[in-house]
């Protein structure tokens, strides 16, 4: 669906790849500001699905609320030409244009880029990348990305940094200060706080469902059942805390199901729970029958599944090679980071948090306070104010 602007209003067009639950929520908040239209252009081959499946658990993720719903967007092809001629129609179309892009591995992107440099038209790039993202890319392809990064980000007006690591990236290749906006991972606070309100008087009835004593301890973890995002640390953790008081839920499917099954097979744990794959409406009440969140990603840009966790009032224990951590997890005041790999550690933090159970709301409420200036309300004005000021809309 194509919007009319009227030329007192910003136009904001964003390019990305397909949507997600991270993206839809702004959006949704950046159309309900009424001195903004947007207009969402995903950039897909002819017959794609925009909803792909995720390589990493070898199947679609169900996301199961209205991803094309409450905003406006269009598809255009993936090439060069066609992110070259978007630019170029939508920042003739009215004077207080700006243009987002989600990362730059399309060559529609790199036509965006060039049409605006043609136009003089205001984009900024967003970037999750870190120096600390273990990529696999060769050593020749980084040699030439050290010299050749920074003269593409000097072409880019502005450059949207998803958290402290994202900004260290950045500024790695060379970006000034004129250049970048914070411009964090979102979810729907909002969303999950009524979902969690729904969720907590049930507490007791979910956790009888999974055979979980009300007054147990319960740990949950949230991830890929792949290497990369290691589920598998966390229930040997658990398997050498060995505590009968303790339960730990696992969410998630992936190539290292059958492995993980062996492994909880092997140890006759029955305080560990494998739910499988759940669908994302469904999550808020796997956080509200939990005490403690746990990420143990060897390797992660982000994972927003910490934003969920202290949205629903959780502390988190998280690797240190977590992203959300870096910027989130404040060591012992509303969880605790530990070297990613180390199940000694982990298991150490785990049994802290037995040890101090009371102490547990008070973390929780820390990480909830936190999530405010984290939120898809709060960044969607944060985005329009800077707009406002870049472009004296």
């Given at each position: ?7 007192d209003k910003i136009l904001i067009v964003y390019w990305l790849d397909h ?180 969720a907590g008087p049930l507490k007791e009835k979910l956790r009888n469902e ?184």
């Open positions: 669906m194509i919007i009319n602007s009227r030329s949507p997600s639950q991270l993206d839809v929520p702004l959006f949704r908040y950046l159309t309900s500001d009424s001195g903004v239209d947007l207009l969402v252009i995903y950039c897909s081959s002819p017959g794609r699905d925009l909803l792909p499946e995720d390589k990493e658990i070898e199947r679609k993720p169900i996301w199961d609320f209205g991803l094309f719903e409450g905003y406006s967007y269009i598809t255009i092809g993936s090439s060069f030409i066609d992110g070259l001629r978007s630019v170029i129609k939508y920042s003739n179309k009215n004077n207080n244009f700006f243009g987002i892009m989600a990362g730059t591995n399309k060559p529609a992107f790199l036509g965006v880029i060039v049409g605006s440099l043609i136009c003089k038209a205001d984009i900024m790039v967003r970037y999750d990348s870190t120096l600390n993202y273990i990529t696999g890319t060769p050593s020749i392809r980084q040699k030439l990305k050290k010299y050749l990064l920074p003269l593409f980000l000097s072409q880019i007006t502005y450059l949207g940094y998803t958290g402290k690591w994202a900004r260290a990236y950045l500024e790695n290749y060379g970006a000034t200060e004129r250049q970048l906006f914070w411009f964090p991972y979102t979810i729907d606070n909002q969303m999950f706080e009524d979902a969690i309100r729904q999974m055979m979980i004593n009300i007054n147990a301890m319960v740990f949950l973890v949230i991830a890929k059942f792949n290497v990369r995002e290691a589920p598998m640390d966390a229930i040997k953790a658990f398997n050498l805390m060995n505590d009968p008081n303790t339960s730990l839920i696992v969410v998630g499917d992936g190539p290292q199901m059958s492995e993980i099954r062996e492994l909880v097979a092997e140890n006759v744990n029955e305080n560990i729970h494998l739910v499988g794959y759940v669908s994302y409406s469904n999550l808020p009440k796997y956080y509200a029958s939990a005490d403690v969140f746990i990420h143990p990603a060897h390797n992660e840009c982000w994972g927003a599944s910490v934003n969920e966790a202290m949205v629903c009032e959780l502390p988190v224990i998280a690797a240190d090679m977590v992203g959300a951590a870096a910027d989130l997890v404040s060591h012992g005041v509303n969880g605790y980071i530990y070297p990613h790999g180390d199940i000694n550690s982990l298991c150490g933090f785990m049994k802290q948090c037995v040890t101090n159970r009371t102490n547990l709301p008070v973390m929780g409420r820390h990480s909830k306070n936190m999530m405010d200036a984290w939120g898809a309300m709060t960044t969607s004005q944060r985005l329009i104010n800077f707009i406002i000021e870049c472009t004296g809309a």
